[in-house]
């Protein structure tokens, strides 16, 4: 399994962009990079996935590059209620296939 | 999107005694679960892969014999933590993925297990 580094931590003020990096350097060809949210004492939540290039949703964007060694997760114009833990996984689609967590990153949104 | 529910969300028992926790996928089957285990401040740590019909893979360092898992049908695994002492204290929480063709990759979590042992 892939090992993924992020930050431990980021600081951001309501209204702004907050693009989260995330370091894969040994993902596997058959691997998606999926990040995750959660709140204290819930279980995350899928927040959104992907392969290469870029995807977008309803709450955010995942940029890939080529080489997909890393991603960045961008949420665009934080709220307070963005405050939150953010992990980037990385591992295979099938229902099998167990994902580890990395440290992920807790985002403070200040007013 | 598909839910999955834990059942219960908070206990408290004495050292010593077992506790059970349920996982159960409302709207879809899953021939794989997950459990993991979180304690504060901290990532969430893959316990081990419950495999619905068969044995679970235990993640290293794991005591199998402590935390006994059992996946009797494609929508319910439990855990459950015998001989439960404080430093069992912690967040459980299961996962799974819909099994065939509604297989989109979403992991989807349970709201969590909150065990305290006294």
């Known amino acids: 399994l892939a090992k993924t580094t992020q930050p431990i931590s980021m600081d951001s003020y309501e209204g702004q962009e907050v693009n989260i990096t995330c370091s894969h350097n040994n993902i596997a060809t058959n691997d998606y990079i999926t990040w995750y949210q959660q709140f204290p004492s819930q279980g995350p939540r899928f927040i959104i996935q992907g392969y290469k290039t870029k995807v977008t949703n309803e709450v955010a964007s995942l940029f890939i590059p080529a080489d997909r060694k890393s991603s960045t997760l961008s949420l665009p114009r934080v709220s307070l209620s963005d405050t939150a833990v953010y992990y980037c996984l990385v591992g295979e689609n099938t229902g099998f296939q167990k994902l580890v967590f990395g440290t992920g990153t807790r985002l403070l949104v200040s007013p | 999107g598909a839910v999955v529910s834990q059942h219960p969300s908070r206990v408290i028992c004495k050292s010593g005694t077992s506790v059970k926790i349920e996982c159960r996928s409302l709207d879809f089957q899953a021939t794989t679960m997950f459990w993991y285990r979180q304690f504060p401040k901290q990532s969430l740590m893959l316990m081990a892969t419950?495999?619905?019909?068969?044995?679970?893979?235990?993640e290293q360092g794991v005591e199998k014999d402590k935390f006994l898992i059992n996946h009797a049908s494609l929508t319910l695994s439990t855990l459950t933590v015998t001989s439960a002492h404080p430093e069992d204290s912690s967040f459980y929480i299961c996962s799974a993925r819909p099994s065939g063709e509604g297989n989109t990759g979403e992991l989807f979590f349970g709201e969590g297990s909150r065990l305290t042992v006294l």
């Open positions: 419950s495999n619905e019909g068969s044995k679970a893979t235990y």
